[in-house]
């Protein structure tokens, strides 16, 4: 029997993505409909002279509890062992990605100069699109040197998403907070917590409750905290 790579897809509000783990290690996360699929496909197989099975295992379903962590705002590093199947140079890239932090953006040139080979620049884009681990590997965290977005595997509008999901965790201040409350959107739940001095009561961002005054509100990063403070969960939208 020829080796294995475990293979399961897995719906999010990003797109569908494709999971592959190998020797007990994650191989692919990747765009399920992406361009140059097969392409990549072929890259992993070959690399690693195995083929693609459907089944699932624990790292798999490790790998997708992080994603949901990651896609709530919850969670700003993966631990997950990883396999990169590629060149040496293409190799070197991707370690490079992984140094961009959590919500901060680099450029090829700005990487390029990090591997010293300023020259490169390219090449260094050409490594950053045949990124197979998408998200965990933060290529999306790479913009043009004009500040436009450039390219994506999932799709620009994935990636301006991906972007704003890592930079509303920490630039949020208080009054943008208060102003989310009542937008009934969930894209926050998870990253703050909202409490009303009034009434005792803490609230998830898109609680449909009705809004209270900003002079008494008070946000907590965690529900612990809130409770902690003497707050009492909404039976409204039971955070
Ligand atoms: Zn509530």
Not at 8 to 37: A, H, N, P, V
Request: with cysteine.
């Amino acid at each position: 029997m020829p080796n294995q790579i475990s293979i399961q897809s897995y719906k999010t509000k990003i797109g569908e993505l494709l999971l592959g783990s190998f020797d007990g290690k994650l191989c692919l996360l990747d765009y399920k409909y992406r361009k140059m699929r097969a392409a990549v496909d072929n890259r992993i197989k070959t690399g690693l002279d195995a083929e693609f099975t459907e089944q699932d295992n624990e790292l798999l379903e490790t790998t997708r509890l992080q994603i949901d962590e990651y896609l709530k705002g919850n969670r700003t590093k993966f631990e997950l062992p990883l396999l990169t199947v590629g060149t040496d140079f293409q190799k070197s890239v991707w370690n490079a990605l992984l140094e961009i932090p959590y919500g901060s953006t680099s450029t090829y040139l700005q990487l390029a100069k990090s591997l010293n080979h300023e020259k490169a620049v390219r090449a260094v884009a050409s490594a950053n699109g045949a990124n197979s681990l998408s998200i965990v590997i933060p290529c999306h965290r790479i913009i043009e040197s004009n500040g436009g977005l450039g390219g994506y595997a999932g799709g620009i509008p994935i990636k301006k998403r991906l972007l704003e999901l890592e930079r509303s965790d920490h630039t949020l201040s208080d009054d943008q907070k208060y102003d989310f409350i009542g937008s009934k959107d969930k894209k926050f739940n998870g990253s703050f917590f909202t409490a009303v001095k009034t009434t005792g009561i803490y609230c998830l961002p898109s609680c449909s409750a009705r809004k209270p005054k900003r002079e008494n509100v008070v946000f907590y990063d965690t529900k612990e905290e809130a409770i902690l403070n003497g707050f009492r969960a909404c039976k409204v939208c039971k955070p």
